[in-house]
């Protein structure tokens, strides 16, 4: 027998308009291919090869999707003047913290310039090579902290001849120089970056315990939101996509193995959730989805500089365990996350340019897969896109 459609294309039309912005990017399409498939949509691939306007298409749902998620992706309704897009579908693809694209490194202490520099550097997540000199932070600027947007790299605090309060910002759709968009609650050097999908966190530094959050949405100052379990600095930074982290570091000992905790949802203190295997200052953070890597650092008295890649799990409360080692130990170098690797690059001693590489499926150490543009260290902001 004849089966009529009419119902179904309603419901799922219904269904569309009904959503709200917690829709995902791939449950809009799904609704899309049914309509589709029931014969009241039609697909583009871009919103100008759409048909005129007109009031035979009065009604007409159309799906545009390019091929990807990242640009000119909707779904239109034809009200007979115009289409309106009803969702975006860029926007509707979940954040997430860790980069497809490219791996970033903004300021540092480079010899060869020599001192602090303003230099922004990219290298690529999708196949292994140098970094190339891209653009300039608004100042020159070192010990800074890195955050990521699904758009956008912050540098925050930092040291150029005292602390500082800024906060930069550059785009990573195009090689443009940063500028500066906002303070920070106070002037800080050597601390620590991390990033949720709303906002960005600047955490500890030289002397200081604060955690301070800033958004993403508008270029707004930083405020004061909680406090660290006590005050430190060359640290790591890792975010999940419900906490922030802090691991190791200086502060009360010349070497913190500490693991602290502290909630995105709501602005509240960190807590000690862990442990590294050894305490360390100057360590390199990573994230995967699941878990947070900790990477160098060094162990005083003696001075000995660490190559040991720590993980720990996101899912629980618990402490680190080695999983691997760097291609050469080094500490106060910037990390970067794709969405299936570890970056750690420059560093010192000596002051290196290597960028290593280490996999989040498997527990592995790290290949040296690049070059930076300049050696650097003095945990120059890593960022990721």
């Not at 005292?162 to 601390?191: E, H, Q």
């Not at 419900?242 to 200086?250: A, D, L, N």
Request: with cysteine; proline share 4%; glycine share 12%.
């Amino acid at each position: 027998m004849a089966i009529d459609t009419t119902n179904i294309q309603a419901a799922i039309a219904a269904k569309i308009a009904a959503e709200d912005s917690a829709v995902t990017a791939l449950e809009l399409l799904q609704y899309g291919v049914g309509l589709s498939e029931y014969g009241a949509a039609q697909y583009y691939t871009s919103a100008a090869s759409l048909p005129t306007a007109d009031n035979d298409l009065k009604g007409m749902i159309a799906l545009v999707y390019t091929g990807d998620l990242t640009s000119g992706n909707g779904l239109y309704l034809c009200t007979g003047t115009e289409w309106f897009e009803m969702q975006d579908l860029d926007s509707a693809a979940p954040y997430s913290f860790q980069g497809s694209n490219f791996g970033y490194v903004s300021g540092g202490f480079a010899p060869a310039a020599p001192g602090a520099v303003n230099t922004i550097e990219k290298f690529s997540f999708t196949s292994d090579g140098n970094a190339s000199d891209i653009a300039d932070l608004s100042t020159v600027n070192n010990q800074n902290a890195g955050q990521s947007s699904s758009s956008n790299g912050y540098s925050s605090g930092g040291f150029s001849g005292g602390a500082l309060t800024t906060i930069d910002k550059f785009p990573f759709s195009t090689d443009t120089n940063a500028t500066n968009v906002a303070a920070l609650s106070i002037a800080r050097n050597f601390c620590e970056g991390q990033s949720s999908s709303e906002n960005g966190y600047t955490s500890g530094g030289t002397s200081s315990n604060v955690i301070d959050k800033f958004p993403f949405a508008a270029d707004a100052g930083a405020s004061d939101v909680g406090d660290l379990t006590s005050g430190k600095y060359r640290t790591a930074g890792q975010s999940s996509s419900t906490h922030g982290y802090v691991s190791g570091g200086s502060g009360p000992s010349p070497n913190i193995n500490e693991i602290e905790k502290f909630p995105f949802a709501s602005d509240a203190n960190a807590s000690d959730v862990g442990d590294l295997t050894g305490g360390r200052y100057g360590p390199i953070g990573q994230s995967s989805t699941v878990s947070g890597y900790t990477s160098g650092g060094m162990f005083s008295p003696p001075f000995q500089v660490q190559n040991v890649i720590d993980k720990f799990p996101f899912s629980s409360d618990a402490s680190a365990s080695d999983v691997g080692d760097l291609s050469v130990a080094r500490l106060n170098g910037s990390g970067q996350s794709s969405t299936v690797s570890g970056y750690t690059s420059g560093g010192t001693p000596p002051v290196s340019n290597v960028i290593d590489k280490f996999p989040f499926a498997s527990d592995a150490s790290a290949s040296d897969v690049g070059d930076l543009f300049q050696a650097k260290t003095n945990k120059p902001a890593g960022q990721q896109y």
